[in-house]
């Protein structure tokens, strides 16, 4: 190798090793980005080197296999080291401009950030927004054999830092293209707070005439086992081709890539922290399954069908005074208190069984109620309604001033709050917008198989799961 090369790596040669792992590299003579075989008294490993996080141990090298999984060796397991080859890392992956057929349909891909656009920055180890929409089409180019997409990228932040700011500037940059003809919107998020996004859009965008389709990854870009390509893929389909024209979120169905599940914005849930299949429509059934190889497999009728002539309705006003408690045992007033004495102007309480909370609680609550704070009630059961009127627990609560809200889901009925106060503080008025079905964020009755929850471990259930499950 000549002289210019090695400068160059050198700034990068051992980065983020200390201690005992960078004196094992310096040993052998190993660089980071090597493709080295690793001999230790168990087996032989062979990968690239990775850089370490800052904050990491000096006990361990990361490396990356062969088939993409990164694996840490301890270093006093390790007997010999050689370096077979070097590359260097090349983080970007080049954007490309979405080619134009005019016998497809236009769809605008906005970007938030998230998981679906993301690297893995080995400054910390961890997984950060940094994929442009237009670098996903350089990744995944089988979208341009579904529409013609242009991008935009409003952020560049994990889910947990989406807010009323956002809510707002998302809700009026899709308005605007759909008030500009676009054939469906596709809005790129992070899996953690996407249900409070798909929440806050059934609002502030109604009468919607395409497709608004939200989309994310469980597993990032850079992971061979990644969801993100086929999620981006089908919701994309949904949006150009699809018929549903609501606000609905687009994720894996089973934990296979047979297909994908649209799930209405007022009734999906992530409910695992990891898996694939995490989303489900909770107190109802998805509105359909995608592929965008097969098309869509509608399973509702009742859905808000595509119409261009309809004008959508922009409505995004939020106020963040508002807060959701998640009711437990032995919880006391102060937490009501504090939230009275710093201004919050609504409380969405996830109450235990059919809605109730302890006794100790009662002064507090009324003491908000009569500050003018909206105080409503939902079940931290997920499934099934409010009932108030059947114990005394109960009605003493609605004799204070919550206000039951049938089986609005909590996370939905917190943003749905904000949005309320974003246009009023008459209480009348507030119950009467919190109560009023918008998009079936409630609705009159469960339907038999919109509550099911496998127990593993019974005879009838892994009877099923070895004949069915895929």
Partial sequence: MGKKGPEIVT?????????????????????VWSDAEIRTDVTVFRGIILPRAENTDDKHLVLKLNNGYNIGITVSDITEMKEIGFKKAHYKIPE?????DPSKPNVRLLGTGGTIASRLDYRTGAVIPAFSPGELYGSVPELADIANIATEKLFAVFSENMGSEQYITLAKKAAKYIDEGVDGIVIG??????????????FMLQNLPVPVVIVGSQRSSDRPSSDAALNLLNATYAAGHGDIAEVVVSMFGPTSDLYGLLHRGTRVRKMHSSYRSTFRTLGDIPLGMVNWREGITHLRKDYNRRDPSRKVKLDAVF?????????????KPDIIDSLVDNGYRG????????????KPLYP????????????????????????M????????????????????????AFVKLGWVLGHTNN????????LTPINSDITEREPYNGYLIFQGGVPEVQKFLKEFWR
């Fill in 319 to 331: 106020d963040d005074r508002v807060s959701i408690v998640y009711y437990y045992p032995t919880m």
């Fill in 389 to 412: 009127y059947v114990y005394d627990t109960g009605r003493d609560l609605m004799a204070l001033g919550v206000v039951p809200l049938e089986n609005m889901l909590p996370e939905v």
């Fill in 189 to 202: 998020h992070g899996t953690d707070t996407m249900h409070h996004t798909a929440g806050i859009l059934s």
């Fill in 347 to 358: 409380i969405v309480i996830a109450g235990t069984g059919l809605g109730h909370v302890n």
């Fill in 96 to 100: 490309k401009e979405f080619p134009f």
């Fill in 427 to 434: 209480r009348e008025k507030v119950i009467e917008m919190m």
């Fill in 364 to 387: 507090a609550i009324k003491r908000a109620v009569d500050s003018g704070v909206n105080v409503f009630m939902t079940v931290q059961t997920l499934w099934g309604y409010v009932q």
């Fill in 11 to 31: 700034q990068d040669l051992h980065k983020g090793y200390k201690g005992e792992a960078l004196s094992v590299l310096q040993e052998h003579g190993i660089r």
